[in-house]
Each structure stands twice: as C-alpha cells, then as structure tokens.
C-alpha cells in the first residue's frame, strides 16, 4: 500500500485557470497530502496511455477523474479503457467509467421512471425510427423537453411546444401530430427560440441520436422550471449544499445555467430537508435500478419543482451529473476536505 492518490486531467479545455489546471484540482490534490497522503497531478494523452498505465499501477493506490468527457484528446473511448484497465489492476476508481455511464447518462431518468423520483411518461429513443414514429404522438399531451445525452451546459436540450395556442389546447391527446405542424423550440444553452416545422425538427435532432452512446431523452416539461432548479451536491452519500438555480426572467427562458443569466443561491441541505431526506430515501434504488453499487465521489442531482395533487410541493428529479462536477465557487466552503477524507476512506476500506 503506497497510501497515494493520482489525480487525472487533460491539457487545454475551457475549464482551465492559468496555472493549467482546473481551480478545484490543486485544492483537492493539496488536502489529500494534507492528511498525510501523497498525491500526483498526471496528464492522459491517448499516446501516452500505456506509460501512464504502468506509472499509476506501479505508484498509487487509486484514481480521482476531473476530465471533462468533451475535452478528452482522441475521445472518451481510450481514456475510459485506461481508468477500467486500473481498475482491474486493484485500484480503487473514482468514478470509474461505469459509474459515469450508469449515473451521468440521460437515460438514467427513463431507468428511475417507476420511483416516485421521475414522471411516468418519460421515454428515451436509441433509434431514429422509434424516435420518429413516437415523437409526434408524445407531443399532443403537451410541451416536451428533448435533451441529448452527450451535451452539457445545456446544448441540445429543447424545449418544444405548439406555436398555435389554439391547437394546443384542442389536440387530442394521443393522435399523432402532422409533420408540417409549426413548432416554438427553444435552447436551454442561450434559451434562444426557434420556429420549426415538426418533420424538420425531428430530422434535425437525429444528429442526437446516431453515433456511440446517442440517444435522446423525452419528458415532460415542467412549468415551475421558471421558479428554478434545486441542485444537490453529494460527496459520496453526503449532501454538502443545495443550490437554488433560478432561470433570467422573461419569455420562455427556462435554463438554469450561469451563461444564461439564472441566479445562483447557496443554501446548507437543512434548508431542504424534504427534498434531501427524499433523495436520500430513493438512494438505494438509485443504485439498483443504474447497477453502480459504488455511488460517484463528487456528483449532484438536479431537482424540479412540481405540485402534488393535494397541492403540496413535489420534486422531479431532471438528471445527474458525475463525470466531472466543477465546485470552484465552493472552495470557501472546505469541499475539498470532504472529497479528501472520502477518497481515502474508500481507499482504506478496500
């Protein structure tokens, strides 16, 4: 047991500060050695895989990811097989690649759509044909929101509805659309607003679909979006904050996103207690029903607000993001401490 931990990234990328790293790596690298644990920055670069591989097998005793899957040289295809060959060498990954799959994937909302976590009617299309033979029926019960799988920051999530207000409320629910229906899609990235035929749309969104791991998620949209999205940031099982993501006002803006506009609120998870007690609740099958036994080291869950038919507050959950959750405007608040004590517990378990 060397007692080290290697912390992985890439060279360049957006998400970089000007010592070359991203702003909450050196945080978490410098609280691991300061329990007394030696930790490493390395670079992945696909020519340098097999090197890495020996060096890290030979030198520590796990892995902490903070690459973003979009900035990985040569795709996520090599970079995720080197992460699973140390896994199988014995180190302990965080998060291996089949938990960011499992967790960080769209369709994981359409896996929890029996739990009182996501609405029933929420589907996913792996294939343009499903897509297109459904897509039109889906939207006579209301506007949609359709979110591709590899996007971040809200590229490739649209929210879709009906441009004629009059045919939205006479459609009948369940008769299949036609193609030449006018259609108001907006972007959740810029929440810029398009007008589209449906036919066109749809043949424009299958770009989301074909290609390795594609597929687009369709759920329903959630009107008090506009109130908000209520974040939850877990380190392992342990709920840090909550963060209260509220939407720029106006038209049919509904991204939570900072480049969009929306305010960010901090708030300690007692302030949400329903809403943190629920999560915690429907953990356990979180884990079953995405088959990840272990739970990602940093992630968080994005919530929505609903309303219960007895008029009560509900929450729906919109997705969860593991990959490489960014947490610098939190550094103040002592995360990497707990990101620390985490991964070495995880360590010292094994």
Known sequence: MHQSIVVFEVEGGSDKYFDGHRKDTMPIVRAIRDAGWKSEVVYYRPEWAEDLFTYVSENFDAYISRVNPGNIPGGEKGYFDLLTRLSEAGLVGMSTPEEMMAYGAKDALVKLNQTDLVPTDTAAYYDVESFHQTFPTSLSYGERVLKQNRGSTGSGIWRVQLEDKDLAASVQPGTALPLDTKLKCTEAVDNHTEIRELGEFMDFCDQYIIGDNGMLVDMRFMPRIVEGEIR???VGPHPVFVVHKKPAAGGDNFSATLFSGAQYTYDKPESWQDLVDMFAEARPVIAEKLGGDNIPLIWTA?????????????????????????????????????????????????
């Open 302 to 350: 994005d919530f929505m607000l609903d309303t219960a038919e007895d008029g009560s507050d509900t929450y729906v959950l919109g997705e969860i993001n593991c990959s490489c959750v960014g947490f610098t405007s939190e550094l103040d608040m002592g995360i990497q401490e707990l990101v620390a004590k985490e991964a070495i517990g995880r360590v010292l378990a094994k």
């Open 232 to 234: 939850i940031l877990l």
